[in-house]
Structures are given as C-alpha cells and as structure tokens.
C-alpha cells in the first residue's frame, strides 16, 4: 500500500490546505486490548526506528515503562489493574498517538505547516515549521504531544509515516507477536474490530467495544476494549473532542480580537477625523523646549513643567518597548495574518523564544512602574466620573475635567488595568511557557486568558498611544523630553498645574 | 523432561507451537506463556480467535497470560499436584473421560501386581535411610510362563491401573483441592468443566507448562499428574492436544537432546556406569525388553539402541573404533553408580572438597569449566555457590560477559564470600561469541531444528564456541601425545577431521550429527540394491547400522542434513495439510515428524478420532498424514502407539520413576502448612537434599509467607542487565518484589518504597510492588500471603542494572528424578527495609 503523501490539512493556515491530487484511504491501527500481552517489543521497535534515545528508567513499582508518554518515548504500554465483579484484571493497552480525524493538535498549532494531517489520516509534525509552543498538546484530548528539549521541537507517534509511505506497516505492528496490532485501511480496521467486538460479546464480554470516539470525528487507531464502557480504566478519555478553549480561541477570540485591534486603530483614526487634536488655544508643544535633564519632577523649569522625570521615562519607555515586543513576536505566533511580523525577529520560532522574555520583562517594568507611580494614582472622588460622563465629555465633547490632578481618571483607569492585565498574562503565560508542567486544563485556561487580555491590553494600548500622541499634542513631549507647556498642564491637568505652581488655572499670565 | 519420557517415551513437547492453533482447551499452568514465550503465544491467540478456544490459566499470580485468558484460577505454588489429580478424579467420577481412547491407547488395562501399596503419603518399596524407592513392588503382573502383561480391557479388575488410579485420586476432592491449593471451589469446579469437555474424540485440548512445573521438589510428578489427565482425556497424538513443555532458553530442547545432562550420552542414550563394562552388559542395563505375546504388542523402538550407539561410537572414535575393540566402547567414561553428577552435586563436591567415588572418598574437583552457563546466578542458594568456587585452585568461564560466576571472588558482602586475598582460586575469563555473532541451529520446544545465520562479528577479541572447543581439543591433544598421560587413547584417538580443526565449521558438525555411510549400504532383503553408497549423508536413523558401517553423532537428529542439503536451513511456508505442520520448514526430531505419537490420534481402527484434525490416517495401506509415528506400512492393532515404551501405550501408571509410580501431592520442602493428605509424610519423601551447613531449611513459624520466582518477558536470563542503558534496561528498569496489598496494608508498605525479603539462607532488597496480582489465599483454614519476585538481576552487570540476586534465598532442595532445585516455592519473611 505505497502512497504519496498527500496533504489534507495543515496547521495555522490561511487559504486552501488541501493539496490532493486524488483520494487516498485513511488508515489506521487496529489495538485488541483482549489479546495485548503487555510484552513491550512495540515500545522497542518504536524506539529503534524512530531512533530515539534510551531513556533513564526507574523501578518504581510498575510494569509500564514510564508515567506517561515522553518526548523520547512514543508508544507506551499502558498497565491497569481493577477489579471487577471480584476478578482481578490486568488491563493493557498500547498508547500512543491516536491520529484524529479532527486533529486538535493541528487546530491548536499556531505554527503553519508545523502540524499537518495527510490525505491518508497520519497526522504528523513537521519538525522544520515546529517552534516547539506546546499549544498542539493543549489541542490534544488525549495528551500526546511532548516537548523535546533536545529538538526544540514537539515530538509524537508518526504513524510511522516514512514507512507506511513506502508501503510498509508501522514499527510497532511489525513487532507485535501476538497479532493483537494490525494495520490497513480504516474501514478494515474497523470492521476488524467490530468483529472482534462481536466474538467477545459471544464469548460473554458484554461491554466489550470498539473505541474509535465520534467527539473528533474517528481516529486512525482503533481499540478493541473488553470494558467499552469504561475506556477510563484504559486511561482513555470517555468522550474526547477538541477541547471548547481551542475552538474559543481559535474561532471566537482570533476574529473578534482582530476585528478589536485593528477596529481600534480604525476608531481611533476616525475619532482624529471628526475631533482632531485637543490643544489649549496657546499651543501644547513649547516652541522651544528647555533641558530638564535631572531636573525633578513636579517642578518648573523656565516656562515649562517638568512631569517626567529621568527614570520614569526608563521605566516607561522599557515598559513601552518590551511590550511591543511581546506584542509582535505574540501577533505573529498568534494568527498567521500577522506571520509576516516575525521576519522582524528572526523567524517564528524565534519569536517563541523570545515572547516570553520580552513579556516577563514587560511584567517587570509594569512592576517598578506600579511601584513609583502608584502615589500619583491615588484615587479621589471625582475620578468615578471618568467611568460614565467624564469619558464622553472628555473625548467627544472637548470638555475638560476642571478636578484634574498629574493624571485623570481615566489615565488612572488605564494605569491601573494595565497592571492587572499585566499581572494576568504574566499568570497565563507562564503554563504557556512551560506547557509540560502544568495540566491541560490549566493550559487551555491560560491560554483563553492570554488571549483575551493580550487583546484588551493591545486595544487599550492603541488607544494610549493615540491619546499620547496625535490626539494631545504636547503629551508625547512629556514622555522624551520630560516636560510640558504650563498653557499643556493648565489645560489638561488644572489641580496639578497649580499645585506645582501655586497659581490657579486661571491666573496663568506667562503667554 | 523425565516425566513426559517416563509416561510417553520421550522427553520433549509432544505437539509444537503451531499446533496449539488447532485446540479447543488450553490449560495454562506452570507457565506463564505470555510472559516467557510471547512469539509462541501468538498460537494461543490463534486458536481463541478462530476456534473459540478458551484459555485457562492456573498460577499463583495474576499473570500477563492470566490477562488475556478467559478464566484464572489462583492456586498455591508447590500444590499443582492436587490441583491436577482434583481435575482427574473429576473426569474419572464424571465419566467425563475418552474412554475408547483410554481403552486401547493406554495402561489403564494393565494389571498390578499385588506387592504395590500406597500407604500415609508412601509408595511400597521405600527405604528410610537412603530416602530412596525400589521399584520392584510396582512391576506389572505378568503371566508366569509367557510373561505377558496381564490385562482387563474391562478395566474392573481392582488392580488394574484403572482401578488404582480411580482409588488414588479419590482423596482429591474439590473441598481437598481448596483446602491445600487455596483455589475456591466454584472456580475449581469451572476449570474442572472447561478442561474436561475435551475427554472424548469430537474435542481436543493442550496443556502447556514449563518451568513453573519442574522447578520443584516434585516436579516431575506435577508433570506426570497433567500426562495422566491428557491420557484420560485422550488428548495425547492428537493435532491440538499433547503436554506441551515450553523451553526456558531459545536451544535448550538442543543442549538436552546432545548430551546435555550426565545421565545421557546424545540422542538420549544412556551414560554408561561403572558396572557397565562392555557394550554387551550396556545393553543388557539399558535396553527395555520387549515383551511378546500380549494384546499390546509394541515395536519398542529401543531394540534399535545398538545401531545408535555403534554409531555414536564410529562418530566419535572414527577409524579407532572397531568390531574387536567392542567399538571403543572402553573409552567412554563410566560413571561411578548409584551416584548422581548432576552439576549441583559438583557443586557440593567442590563446597565440600571432597567426592564420592565407587572407590571411596577422594578430594573434591580441583579445577572447573563452565561453558554458557552462569552457575552462581542460577543455582540455587547463592552463598553456596560462591563459597564451592571459593575451594577451587582454577576455574575457566567461557562467555560473553563478565558473569556473576566470573566474579565470584568479589561478590558483595552479603553473599559471605571469603576476603578476595583469601582466595586462590585463578580465574580465566574467555570471551564467547553470542548467538548471534555464529551460525549454527537452534532446536526449539517443538523439536525444531532451524539454522541461523550469524549476523556480525563477535566484538574484540571474542571467539565463536565451536573455536575454543576447537583449540582446545587440539591443544589438550598435543599434551596427551607430547606427555603420554595415565589413559591417552580416548583422547588421541577422538575424531576431529573438520577442515578447519581448530573451529570447525557447524555445518560439518550437523552433518556428522546426521550421520552418513561408511561402506555401502545394502537393502537388507534385496542385496542387489544399494541404499547409500559409501560415504554419503544417510536419509534418517532408519538406515543406521550395528556394524560400523555407518556413524552417527546424535541419532535423533538424524535427517537433518542429508544429502538433499541441510534441512535445518528449510523455510517453505507450505501446509498442505492446514495443521500448520510445515514439513518443509526446518527438521523436526524424530524424523521429521511434527506431532509425536499421532497413532493415538486414530481409533483402534486406524481412523481419526477428529477427521477435521486427522494426525494420521490408515488408507488401506499405509498411514498418511504427519509422518508417522509408527511404522508406515503396520496396519492398525499390529503395534502399540506408543512405540518407545515397552508396553507400547501411554502410561497413567508408571513405574520407571524415582518417587512413586502415581503422582501424590507433597509439600514443598519448605511450605506454610503440614500435607492435610499425610502429616507426618509432608514433603516427598524421596526428594534429593544436601547436608552441608549452607543446606538450610526455614520453619513456616520463622517463615510464614510463600514466595516464588520467575522470569520477565523484558528481560533474558542474567544478559540483559549487562547492556548499559539498553532498551531493555530502559523497559524494565531494575528488581522488584510483588506483594499483595493486603499484605502490604498489614505490613505498612507503600508500593514503589524499599523491602527486605529473608529466607534462612539470606536476604535480598529491593522496591515493594504493590498489587492486587497475587491473591491472597485461605489454605488449610488459615489466610496465606503470597510474595514473589523475577530473576535477571545478580551483583555483576553495568553500572546502574545490577541487582539482587533472586537466588539467595531459593532451597536447594531437588525433585528426585531431574535434580532441579525447588525455585517455585520456599518460605520467607518480609519487612520494610
């Protein structure tokens, strides 16, 4: 049964991902479990013809070779005793990949062509597009994929692709000596196994089953199970399917968080349109700036008041440049419309590298950050308006806030989430970061709340920067060279213009 | 091996691997197949899937074959005996035996002479103070004059072998068997149903064993015990039926047929012994008579021994070998009778330094070379071991690792070996090829001999054995030619005209196995037609000779390699008889024949008691089918089925064995509870045991817990722990003891922690693997734990696999018929470390 490989579907891609030039059959594994003698020559053979290395093993009262699946170890026996109507059974079952239908390894995979699933079912990783994310393990209902560090890659069962290609069965079928593994087309395995179930149901093993779960739509390997209806003792899940985080994020979050971002550099492009820029009649960029340098902050220096001092502006423009850097190298990683992002870095699997660097550097210019800022962030009573009226005056009806101290409530609003936020991707990424540590469950969780506050973070941000720029001429000023106009403070912030002054807004006499 | 010869003939699987396939019934006990022969194992799955075959596995653990089996029974290591002879009385009582088959294919009609008894747990004819039987009082009654074997084809004579196994087993009932093997009745019951619907000529079922049976104190008669069930229930000749022994190594069946222990010369003739001077009076020791003149005449095929042994002899002796000289017959060492050289007495011997021969005492062996075999990792009671090599001045070790053996002199100090320093003991260290650096064959349980092809070439300075026996022989010859020596001819005159002497080349070696002509052979009564001209490869053992005009190296083996090629080398798939015989794959002893004794799978007639399994048939004219056993043209009720024993027909009584000519069941030496059946008899009286201080026993109050050992699929032997970081290593990564969790609840053990394991000869350590595996069984009224733990491990190895050696602690207490210790069942004591 030689076969081209023809590709069906492929990881993270944006157009058409069929390649077929014509049909091919599934095929698939065929596991008796009622006449699997647990004697381990499939876990060897995987491991001589995959090449992988011998793994350091300890006796800690077990048949089964390891715990679970490893990045060097394929194909596990996996032993489990249970009694049953007062029978001990010894129940063993060969796991490995089990090549879904609808694989939510190759959903999740945020890599193109990283995860690819062949005309003929194998689905397969593509070590060369691999960037090693993890994410196909929190795709995978059934805990398969392994991080290899010493690939860099993720690493799984291939179907043994490169000989099945060539017309030859799997390693682990060819060692099988008992028969209990077979390999063909899919429909034979099937009818194999609903055969076998039939034999055993005669034989009086009633809840004997065939296990090729619908919830991901078949796999290529299908298990004769002699307790169908506690696959659990199998460690099986009962019902698997692409876990609801991985269609959340990848069909919910992704388009409304593109639609968001990009919706929110449109808003704010449109708001420039009809509003323009907001500028004290006496101008909010000093013609001639003056040099602040070590000058403290709060003070005035010449015509000019000093807002930012030398290390606030490290903090935040450290703040500033880590974040958009995690931005990017996440947008690439994140949707295949932004891949192009990382050429900027290096490649895709630089970005995986480096992502969790420049966002813990982030996280950690946000702390210092909260640190010096928070006594400027203290909240008052008038703030509370900024959550209703104060925002719609502000920004449509060019009013201004006359109780405005350093920073108005809606600064502090945006201060203070911006912390949050922080806090929350840094809690989030970090299974992320180390996908093999933490389980799945707290993966898939993570991995929505990366998302939805990367994607709140990025729209508040296209907003910080449009007020910060454009929107307040004056403000970027405040944040190179450190200082603003007094007419800029009058303006914007009246209570601590004149609380550095000693003037009153209205006094100002210096135009 | 002894029980299967002593009740059958011979002393091999009497069907083969592919012909499990064909069975209805498979009594896995005293085995673990799945576990120890995973490849064969693929024959029992065969016969579940498409004949609905049902399995039965009997062990006292929850085995990797208990897995895939349709039924398991828990039974107590050291009480088969009882849980076998509970099925027979079962299939007597219920009449749920083949009862035509019994009838004309076995002793059961025999009558017994009056002298026989079975009295409080003892046969007739035992003597205390030698622990041993005469077997005069067993004898069959014959008539006066004739001789003839008397018979009661009615089977109601009450001496009749019938009546007196009926009136033996009676004793076991199910509450008997519950009671000493701790299997619940109702689930004893079902094994008892499931095996027995085979006793008649529509069904057929196999029992399949190995070392599980025979590493005991009565490990004979455990087997003896299922012979006798198979014979009842006619399953024996028959395709899908038989007592299939399974092989513990993948050549043993190869090392036992050519002279592998010291009671045989190849091919199963005996060693000759001291009284035995000529080969007349060999005969005459030898030789089982043929009786005449009875209903069940027989060929009793060893009236043939004289063609065999001349030609072993020419083999061996070549030219030197002659009518005058007796064929040499002089040269061949006698052993000194009645004592016994199996190598554990060696061992005792060296441990002792001292040996008795028919001439007295004498000092014990001052030197020793062990080929391929590790004795301190696979003997019994390991101290032992170690303290015997201690007493030698040298001792050669031929293999291909550094083996517990080889390091003896610095075994740990658990072991109470002598300081290093202390030791004299010169140590040589040969490096062997494995098996797959040589060619060579490989003759497997079904008695198959089937040619390999070396795969590489053995690592650095390793040699190949047929290469250092090779150098051997001709150095060891040049000293005797150069020095004379006490007795030089043996040795001067051993035929070694290999074309390459110093490493004869295996294929050579098959052939002289095979045998070949030495003159011309004549058709014996057509003169004019010549069968095999000189020097040609001859057909089979058929065509051997008493008057030196063939040789022969092992007779059974003959046809291997005849002149159409070495057919050891064979691979046609072709079955055309569908009973997956393949007689055109490799060559299967005796001739080629595939199912032993298959007359027995036709009636009296000649005709199949199955014809869908016909072993072989009679048309009219001859059998076909497998090649017979029997000969091919003797029309049905002319012979006996059973044509290597004298009677001719399955024994269900035997009186050619050391320990009673019924099975009876008997504690193990060391056991948790006194024999319910005879108290003051509890273990077998006539079981083999040592004296020496090493050679001690526990009481069941210092020792409370059964203990067992065994293999792991995983793992070969005590090899794999060699390879460092190996896959296997990597599988299976290091010694364990397997506890029951109510024992381990009762003990505070968690599983995976530390556990120490003492019997009264040691202690050994390792990580606690807590299961619900071993049942915990009501014997004899009282609760019994069970513990066991796998062997593979030892001091030497690489770094990071050794371990503890299993057999530290195992008894050294043997069955009286093979010398195999009792490593399947002993006492010990268990605490957290």
Redesign the interface.
Known sequence: MSQQLEIKRSSASLRGERTILREMPVVAKYIDT????????C??AC??WNDLP??????????Q?LPSLDANFWNLIKFH???VAG??????RKDQCMHCADPGCLAACPAPGAIVQYENGIVDVNPDACIGCGLCSTGCPFDVPRFSARTGKMSKCTLCVDRVTVGLEPACIKAC????LQFGPKSEMVALGNA?VK?LKA?GMTDAALYDPEGVRGTSVVTVLAHGSHPEWYELPKNPTVPMGVGIAKSVFKPLGIAAILGAAGATFLHFLRYGAKEPAEGGVAAKPVKSAGAKEDTVVGDQIVRHGTLSKIIHWTAAVTFLGALFTGLAIWTPIFGWMAALFGGLAVCRWLHPFLGSAFVAAMLAMVVYWVGDMKLTKGDSGWFGRKAIDYFFNRAEDPDVGKYNGGQKLFFFAAALLALLLLASGIPLWFPGEFTRPLREASWLVHDAAFILFAVAIVGHIYLGTAALPGTFRSMTRGTVTKSWARHHHPRWYSEVTGKSPGDDTTK | MASLAATFGRGAMTNGWCDIKNTDVILAMGGNP??NH??G??WF??A??TR?AKLVAVDPR?T?????A?M?APVRPGSDIAFLLGIVRYAIDKKRYHEDYVKIHTNAPFVVNDKFAFNEGVFSGFDEAKHSYARDTWAYEADEGTKAYKVDPTLQNERCVFQLLKKHVDRYTPEMVERICGTPKDTFLKVCEIVTSTGNAERVGTITYALGWTQHSTGVQIIRAAAILQLLLGNVGRPGGGVNAFRGHSNIQGATDTAGNTEWLPGYLKTPTDSQQTLAQHYDGGIPKTLNGQPWATMNYWVNYPKFMVSLLKATYGNAATKDNDWAYAWLPKVDSPRNFSWLYIFDDMYRGETTRAGGKEPGPEGFITFGMNPVGLGPNSKKMVAALSKLKWMVVVENHETETAQFWKAPKEYEGAEPSKIQTEVFLLPAASFAEKDGTFTNSARWLQWKWKATDPPGLAKADQEIVGRLVLAVKALYKKEGGTFPDPILNLAWSYSNPQSPDLGEALKEMNGKALADLKDDKDPTKLIKAAGQQVDGFAQLRDDGTTMCGNWLHSGVYTEAGNNAQRRSTADPLGLGMFHTWGFSWPANRRIMYNRASADAEGNPWDPTRAGIKWNGERWVGDVPDFKVDSPPGQFGAFIMLPEGVGRLYSPALNDGPFPEHYEAVEAPIDNPLHPKVSSNPASARFSTDKDVYGKKEDFPIVCTTYRL??HFHYWTQHQQ????????????IEIPEGLAREKGIV??SQVKVSSARGSIQG???????M?TLKIDGKQVWQIGFPIHWGFAGAK?HTGPLANMLTPSAQDPNTWTPEFKAFQVRLEKA
């Open positions: 009622t006449t699997c003698i647990g004697c381990k020559a876990e060897v491991q001589e011998t793994i350091k093993t300890t006796q800690i009262g077990s048949y070779t005793e249970e009694e029978n001990v059974q010894w129940l063993m000596p008992t028969g209990c076998r034999q034989n | 799945a576990e995973p490849v194992f693929k799955i065969e579940r899937k609905g929850f990797r074959t208990a897995a895939v349709d398991y699929t995983e970081g190996g896959r296997l290593n990597e599988i299976q990564p290091g010694f364990f599983n995976g990580v606690a693997m807590v299961t619900k595996r049942p990071n």
